[in-house]
């Protein structure tokens, strides 16, 4: 079956630090897998993905993940932390149809000044 | 862009009612999910669909069914509305299948409060 683990429900960073939320992932089949970012009171959005090709994604507002199949994970970095990459990131996986997602439980960010 | 619409950002119902969420996109996409958020639970999928009048059970359906009688609209329905159904509920529509590299577009959410 399909899952994700994203480890620590939170994080907190200072302003200008690296940034590194972990994921692993569980699949039956070859992965896809999504990060998407959700900021207060607002819908998810789309970060990056990878599908097939380049392991090194590049996405949105600086952020990049890596798919390491022999990890089986696909962490997220951003170089430097700033105030507005405060959100709840979740990274998900496709069900075995190619249909769906499944998600995880989400990393809640919080950046310091 | 791409805009998926859910009609009520907050509602309030009462044990027992039957309450309709109702999801509208605007693209003629394929596909149209629905799933519910927790606090340290992530997103669950409850249901979705890949055709008009065509749906098919996520990992959390029981309590809920859903209806899709055109293609841009997806509505959720609780039979028998309770407590442990006070959620953020989340609508989201794609073009194709995951695997062809589409991806889900959100909308904003309502938030359900069973009283």
């Known amino acids: 079956a399909q899952s994700v683990t994203q480890l620590g429900s939170h994080v907190s960073v200072s302003e200008g630090a690296l940034v590194l939320l972990r994921c692993n992932y569980s699949s039956s089949v070859p992965p896809y897998l999504f990060w998407y970012v959700q900021y207060p009171n607002q819908g998810l959005q789309l970060l990056l993905k990878?599908?097939?090709?380049?392991?090194l994604v590049k996405g949105i507002n600086g952020f990049e993940a890596e798919f390491k199949k022999s990890e089986t994970s696909f962490h997220l970095t951003k170089p430097s932390a700033h105030m507005s990459d405060a959100a709840e990131y979740f990274c998900a996986v496709s069900d075995q149809a190619g249909t769906a997602l499944i998600f995880g439980k989400g990393t809640t960010l919080s950046v310091s000044s | 862009d791409v805009k998926v619409t859910q009609s009520s950002r907050y509602l309030v119902k009462r044990t027992g009612e039957k309450v309709f969420l109702e999801c509208v996109q605007d693209m003629d996409h394929e596909n149209m999910f629905w799933y519910r958020q927790d606090p340290g639970l992530g997103l669950r999928l409850i249901y979705f669909s890949y055709d008009v009048k065509m749906k098919e059970k996520g990992d959390i359906p029981e309590g809920y069914s859903v209806s899709r009688e055109k293609k841009e609209r997806f509505s959720l329905i609780l039979e028998s509305a309770s407590t442990n159904q006070t959620s953020m509920y989340l609508c989201?529509?794609?073009?194709?299948?995951?695997?062809?590299?589409?991806?889900?577009?959100f909308g904003s959410g309502t938030q359900l409060s069973v009283l």
């Open positions: 989201a529509s794609s073009p194709g299948t995951v695997r062809y590299n589409e991806k889900l577009f």
């Open positions: 990878y599908t097939t090709g380049a392991t």
